[in-house]
């Protein structure tokens, strides 16, 4: 190709054609303006796709890591609800002031309303990596960038609410060692595993715990805790957590 111009060039020179040559140079000159061009403009849709291609798959992985917290809030909320509802029954027999109940169904409710730590298995791998890496400059949506960046003190609220919980939670539990029947409360044929013979041979009972000023205090002050998180803490970022993936999901459907 080159050749080729070189040699229209060089005829058009040989024959005095000048005003001819000049317009010949700069139509060549054009041209290589023009391919250059071409070239940049190429280039750059290809810089723009590979950009919008990590974009995508920032998007994607930011709406699996949202869907799984949505479903991590829901397992939550449905163990410390079982909790709770345990601990409004063992407040309703310390109001009752009744000696009519069971050991078993007393160790049943001690059991149900400490057993578990409430604690979100919240995943924030994707966020930690775009904050991290830089990768939150490749999301193009402000609103989503926003959000992300500002995201741990939402997560970091309902934290200490879980933590001041867990606190609680070991206090009693220490109190329960130091003034329960333990072995009494594995009573229940399910749980007799634990006591081999599934009684107390000491006729031990835990209904002093029902007139117990202290373990009152302790478990009223668990249960509001604990009812603040259910109620207040787990529902915002839940609310929150579909936000944001109602903006990831409006740009995946638009660069698709």
């Known amino acids: ?121 919240y995943e924030r791998g994707v966020f930690t990596q775009l904050l ?17 960046a500002s995201w741990d003190g939402r997560v970091n609220d309902l934290r200490k609410q879980e933590e001041e919980l867990y606190l609680y939670r070991n206090t009693i539990t220490q109190y329960f060692i130091d003034h329960a029947d333990i072995k009494t409360m594995f009573t229940d044929p399910t749980l007799s595993a634990v006591s081999k013979d599934g009684k107390s041979k000491k006729n031990h009972s835990n209904k002093h715990l029902l007139k117990d000023q202290t373990f009152e205090n302790f478990l009223l002050l668990y249960s509001v805790i604990g009812q603040i998180l259910h109620d207040k803490y787990y529902p915002e970022l839940e609310a929150n957590i579909n936000s944001l993936l109602q903006l990831v999901e409006g740009d995946l459907n638009i660069k698709n």
């Open 132 to 148: 991290s890496t830089g990768g939150l400059n490749d999301i193009s949506n402000d609103s989503i960038k926003i959000q992300i």
């Open 1 to 121: 190709m080159l050749h080729f111009f070189r040699t229209i060039r060089r005829r058009l020179l040989d024959s005095g054609k000048i005003k001819n040559y000049t317009l010949y140079a700069i139509g060549e000159i054009l041209l290589v303006v023009i391919g250059i061009l071409i070239a940049l403009q190429v280039n750059n849709w290809n810089e723009q796709r590979k950009i919008k291609d990590k974009e995508q798959k920032y998007l994607l992985a930011i709406k699996n890591e949202l869907i799984n917290n949505l479903d991590a809030i829901s397992k939550e909320q449905a163990r410390l609800k079982n909790a709770l509802e345990a601990q409004g029954n063992l407040i309703a027999l310390i109001e009752a002031e009744s000696d009519t109940v069971s050991e078993q169904y007393l160790s049943t409710l001690i059991l149900q309303s400490f057993s578990d730590e409430i604690i979100l298995a």
